[in-house]
C-alpha cells in the first residue's frame, strides 16, 4: 500500500513539473528577446529534466533490480555531459568563390549585407562608427515563426580576412566565424560556427548532436551559396 501511494506521489510530481515546462517551452518564442527566451527556455529544460528523473525512482520502486540499472544509466549519461567539450558543438563549411579576396569580404564583413545572405530578418549596428571590436550588432531571427532579437558582439576582427561575432547569452556561447584567404582560383571562404550546449540541455536533447551538425552545416553552405551569388553582382571595393 505504501508503495502504491509513492508511486503516485512520485508520478504527480513528474506530471506537475513537466505540463508547466511543456507550456513554457511553448510560450518561450514569443518573448521577442533571445535573453527572455534563453531564460525560459532554460528553466522549461530544467523542470523537464527533474520531472524525468522521477521515471527512475517509479521504476525502482515497482523492480528494484531493473530500477538500480535505470539510475546506473541514467547517471553515466548525466555525468558524461558534464565536461564542456562533449557538450561543445562547432561545423564549418567553405567554399571558393571566383573573386578577389577583398571583393568577397567587403561584402561579407558588411554588417548591412547580412540579411541578404544569412538567416536573418534584420540586422543594425548599434555601436556607432565603423565595425571594430566591441561593436555591437542587433540581429533578428526567426524562431518557430515568431521573430527573436538577439545581440552579437564583434570579438576578433582582422579586417579583410576574419570576424569573429559572439551572441550575448548566458548559456549557449553561440558565435559565427567568417574567413576569407587567397586561393589559387579567387578566394577561400569559410563560415564556420557553433554554440556550447548547457548540462540541461545536453542531458536532454545530447543524443542528437550529430543531427544538429548535419543541419548546422548544410544551412551554412545554403547561406555561402547566396553570398555567391552576392559577390557575383556586387562592385569591387577597394582596399582601405
Not at 128 to 149: A, E, F, K, N, Y
Not at 160 to 189: C, F, N, S, W
Not at 197 to 226: K, P
Amino acid at each position: 500500500m505504501l508503495g502504491v501511494l509513492a508511486s503516485a506521489v512520485i508520478f504527480l510530481v513528474a506530471v506537475a513539473l513537466v505540463v508547466p515546462a511543456l507550456i513554457l517551452e511553448r510560450l518561450a518564442p514569443r518573448s521577442g528577446d533571445y535573453l527572455r527566451w534563453e531564460r525560459r527556455a532554460v528553466l522549461a529544460q530544467r523542470l523537464t529534466l527533474a520531472g524525468f528523473l522521477c521515471l527512475p525512482l517509479l521504476v525502482l520502486l515497482s523492480n528494484p533490480l531493473l530500477g538500480g540499472i535505470v539510475i546506473v544509466a541514467v547517471a553515466a549519461w548525466i555525468l558524461w555531459w558534464l565536461p564542456e567539450s562533449h557538450r561543445r558543438l562547432y561545423v564549418e563549411a567553405k567554399a571558393v568563390f571566383d573573386a578577389p579576396p577583398d571583393a568577397v569580404a567587403s561584402v561579407m564583413f558588411d554588417v548591412s549585407q547580412q540579411t541578404r545572405w544569412m538567416q536573418l530578418l534584420d540586422v543594425a549596428l548599434e555601436t556607432p562608427g565603423l565595425v571594430r571590436v566591441g561593436s555591437v550588432i542587433r540581429q533578428t531571427i526567426s524562431l518557430h515563426g515568431h521573430p527573436l532579437v538577439a545581440r552579437s558582439v564583434v570579438t576578433e576582427l582582422r579586417p579583410y580576412q576574419r570576424m569573429v561575432l559572439t551572441v550575448q547569452v548566458r548559456h549557449a556561447k553561440p558565435i559565427d566565424v567568417l574567413e576569407v584567404a587567397p586561393h589559387e582560383r579567387g578566394a577561400l571562404v569559410t563560415y564556420g560556427g557553433g554554440h556550447q550546449l548547457s548540462r540541461v540541455g545536453a542531458i536532454l536533447g545530447g543524443w542528437g548532436m550529430r543531427s544538429w551538425r548535419r543541419q548546422f552545416t548544410q544551412r551554412r553552405v545554403e547561406n555561402l551559396e547566396r553570398l555567391r551569388a552576392l559577390v557575383v553582382r556586387a562592385p569591387l571595393a577597394p582596399r582601405a
